[in-house]
Structure formats: C-alpha cells, structure tokens
T-cell receptor
Framework: AQRVTQPEKLLSVFKGAPVELKCNYS??????LFWYVQYSRQRLQLLLR??SRESIKGFTADLNKGETSFHLKKPFAQEEDSAMYYC????????????FGAGTRLAVHP | KAGVTQTPRYLIKTRGQQVTLSCSPISGHRSVSWYQQTPGQGLQFLFE???????NKGNFPGRFSGRQFSNSRSEMNVSTLELGDSALYLCASSLGAPGNTIYFGEGSWLTVV
C-alpha cells in the first residue's frame, strides 16, 4: 500500500541551527515526491519536488530509494521557516492523487 | 495569474443538512481535485476530475460527491452532514497530466453543529 510517514509531529530548533524533517514512503512504483509547506493562515504551497533537484528558500531534499526516504534539510533555520511541512507522494496511475504524511510542525525560536 | 479560488471560505451547517462548495481552478488547468483536512486524519484525497469526468475517488462514503463543469470549475457536495464532516476542504488544480504540479486553494472551512 502507498504510504507516507513523517515520524515527528513537532520539531523545535533555534535560529541558525540545522533542520532535518524526516519523510519515509512506501510505494511499489517509481516514486514522485514533494514537500508542501503551510504557513500560518496561508494556503498549502509547493516547496520542492524531487525531480527538480532545486534548492528553495535554502531547503533541499534528496530521494533515497534504498532507504525509501525523502528528508527535507536546511543548514541554518530562520524564524520565518516556522510552518507545517507535509511530505507527499504522487500516485499517478492515470490521474493525480497526492498521498500526504501527517505533517511536521517546525518551530524556529529566536 | 489568479490562483485556485474557493467559495465560501467559512460556513456553519447543522447536522443532517447538505452543503455545496465551489472551486475555480487556475486558468488553463483541467484537473481539479478535492482533499479533506482534519486534525485527526490529516490530508485525505476525496476525488479528482478531469474534463468533466471523475478519474478517481478516495475512500469516503457516497454522501460526498462532486462534479466538474465544462469551464473546469468544480463543486463538491456533502449530503446528510455529520459532526465528523467538520473540516477544511481543499481544492487543488493542475494541468492534468501525470506529474504536473498541483496547486492548492485556501480552502473552505466547514463546521457542522
């Protein structure tokens, strides 16, 4: 079965500290993975997707098929990074369906 | 370019009533999907429409239904509302091909009392 697991409900760090938000997935096909972010009172927005291999707002994520992981990393957290982060797997058997993890709340303290 | 627009943004309904939520996708997008977001269950896929056809439906009871119009606008309907239907309902749109980026609206907050 397709599943996305984000083991941490809350990750609390100080400004300037490194951040790693964990995401593991279960999918029998070739996975396409995303990180979405939801800032307070704002819509869910795409942060990055694994196929683009971009760095957005200093965040990067590498797909590790051996460990079935897609962890989100940032070397130096900023207070404005505080938000809910959702890892999502695209199930695209002829249609587009995102399977979301439970989300991790990142709190960056000054 | 305008984003995904959902109306109404907030509404309160009574148990047993029915509700209709509307979604206008990004111009040119032909796929519209709906998600339910609750504190307990997180984000769950309801259904997806493409060119007026439902391509897939999530694991929700038949009280949840939707449709898409020829201009790609979509509506979802929940009949015989239950307290547990209280949630944020998110609409998302994309061009429709597998792998196209999916963009979300701000959602409709439904409270059932």
């Amino acid at each position: 079965a397709q599943r996305v697991t984000q083991p941490e409900k809350l990750l609390s760090v100080f400004k300037g500290a490194p951040v790693e938000l964990k995401c593991n997935y279960s999918y029998s096909g070739s996975p396409e993975l995303f990180w979405y972010v939801q800032y307070s009172r704002q819509r869910l927005q795409l942060l990055l997707r694994h196929i683009s291999r971009e760095s957005i707002k200093g965040f990067t994520a590498d797909l590790n098929k051996g460990e079935t992981s897609f962890h989100l990393k940032k070397p130096f957290a900023q207070e404005e990074d505080s938000a809910m982060y959702y890892c999502a797997l695209l199930f695209s058997g002829g249609y587009n369906k995102l399977i979301f993890g439970a989300g991790t709340r990142l709190a960056v303290h000054p | 370019k305008a984003g995904v627009t959902q109306t109404p943004r907030y509404l309160i309904k009574t148990r047993g009533q029915q509700v209709t939520l509307s979604c206008s996708p990004i111009s040119g997008h032909r796929s519209v999907s709906w998600y339910q977001q609750t504190p307990g269950q997180g984000l769950q896929f309801l259904f997806e429409y493409f060119s007026e056809t439902q391509r897939n439906k999530g694991n929700f009871p038949g009280r949840f239904s939707g449709r898409q119009f020829s201009n790609s606008r979509s509506e979802m309907n929940v009949s015989t509302l239950e307290l547990g239907d209280s949630a944020l309902y998110l609409c998302a749109s994309s061009l429709g091909a597998p792998g196209n980026t999916i963009y979300f609206g701000e959602g409709s907050w439904l409270t059932v009392v």
